[in-house]
């Protein structure tokens, strides 16, 4: 992916907001990229989770809408086009990164 230096300071924001979102998904056990888990979270809709953990939940819920705030302003100043790309890049990294995200949560 050819970056420019402001693409690149973005891709570097969203991958630390990324890894959090991640980690507290994991910490949850939310499918986090299986279609439509998401929306729930951001609804609030604990039942996405696969062991209770409030506070990992909220924070969870929290960093995505940071994550669509920056995705937003991203795509005012960059435009769409640059911005599904960084995103696309980032989906990507996560599922290589965290796999869990979108497999099925084995119950302990």
Known sequence: MNM??????VVENLEDIDREIARMATLCHVKLLQ???IERVLQRDASVCGTENRIAFGKLHDMLVLHFAVREHSAEVRGQIPTAAIESYLVECLRKRFPELAAEWRRA
């Not at 420019?4 to 300071?9: K, N, P």
């Open 4 to 9: 420019r230096l402001d693409d690149c300071r």
């Open 35 to 37: 279609p439509g888990v």
